[in-house]
């Protein structure tokens, strides 16, 4: 098999594997988003959860219960849990980046305004923790709980971190874990523990959950300087023009001669940008061949992944997750 035609199906593949389940957590999502009184709650909320995606946080809650043997049904509260998680980050995000689409379509705060998206987020954040309570489950409460509270740390240290040059490869794996990982990996964990899995298979989707997010945002992170923009949807250098520093920059970065930091300073830090300064920074990035080193990078981290599954069950959906590793990172590959 090609590929191409390999790398294009996982996750498709798994959600066909588990579509009577993504079908109850779906409508599990649209009952627990309404409101009698706030009318302007499900309006927002359906204008993002409506907006597709790949639902793949929830799949994973589902994917690791089934491995494990579990009939339900607190794998659906579960999954619903993780994508209100994910929803109420992206409303706040979209606030915090003063950001226009997503998805393709306007954000909600540019259809509303900042204020609803908040406080809708906010709302999104209080029907996970009511959702999690179904389960009577304390420890799943704890991981849910530990990584709303990581997402919301590793999200203000982004703040500060991100247009520091003083910030290092330790650094951005803190904020890589608490802006993405970190949900990846309670969306896999809590599928283990309320299946009642041997602790070391708990771990192993822990584990496969955390490298498996890290994977995912360096390629994302990746693909800001070396995408294809008609594959993507993105611009080139959008986190350039934003002062994100990504992990490409990083590593070029910690190689930079004098002149070459007085630039990054300038562009990033200050914000100085002029024209011509995406591609003198695309060219830095090519000279201490940092595009090479983050793809690295990301593979390794693939391969971490499915390493941990090595310690789980012979199964179906084993398999589609191992293969799902893979298509992460097939973008850059």
């Not at 520091?164 to 990846?184: C, H, N, P, S, W």
């Not at 309320?194 to 997010?213: C, K, N, S």
Request: glycine share 6%; net charge negative; proline share 3%.
């Amino acid at each position: 098999m090609a590929v191409d035609q390999m790398v294009s199906k996982p996750h498709e593949r798994l959600a066909a594997h588990l579509s009577a389940e993504m079908d109850a957590v779906n409508t599990l999502i649209r009952e627990r988003m309404a409101s009698k009184h706030a009318p302007r709650i499900p309006e927002v909320t359906a204008h993002l959860v409506e907006a597709g995606g790949k639902r793949l946080r929830p799949m994973l809650t589902l994917a690791a219960a089934d491995i494990c043997g579990y009939g339900g049904p607190y794998h659906v509260h579960l999954a619903a849990t993780v994508e209100f998680i994910h929803t109420a980050t992206l409303l706040h995000d979209d606030v915090v980046d003063e950001s226009a689409q997503r998805r393709g379509r306007p954000t909600a705060n540019l259809l509303w305004d900042n204020k609803s998206s908040v406080l809708v987020g906010d709302y999104l954040f209080s029907r996970a923790f009511q959702l999690m309570t179904d389960t009577g489950n304390l420890r799943v409460l704890r991981i849910l709980s530990d990584a709303s509270a990581t997402i919301a740390e590793g999200e203000v240290l982004q703040l500060t971190a991100a247009q520091d040059l003083r910030t290092d490869e330790g650094i951005y794996l803190q904020v890589v874990r608490g802006k993405t990982a970190a949900l990846f990996s309670a969306a896999t964990e809590v599928g283990g523990v309320i299946a009642g899995a041997p602790e070391p298979q708990v771990q192993a989707l822990y584990d496969y959950g955390d490298a498996l997010g890290i994977a995912f945002q360096i390629v994302d992170d990746l693909l800001d300087y070396a995408g294809d923009t008609s594959a993507t949807g993105k611009n080139l250098g959008d986190d350039f023009r934003e002062r994100k520093l990504t992990l490409p920059v990083i590593k070029a970065v910690a190689k930079a001669d004098a002149e070459e930091r007085a630039f990054w300073q300038r562009t990033i830090e200050k914000g100085d940008q002029r024209e011509g300064d995406l591609e003198h920074a695309m060219a830095l990035l090519d000279k201490h061949g940092t595009i090479e080193a983050t793809r690295d990078d990301a593979l390794m981290w693939a391969g971490k992944a499915k390493a941990a599954l090595e310690q789980l069950p012979a199964h179906d959906v084993r398999d589609m997750l191992r293969d799902l590793a893979d298509y992460v990172v097939a973008r850059i590959s």
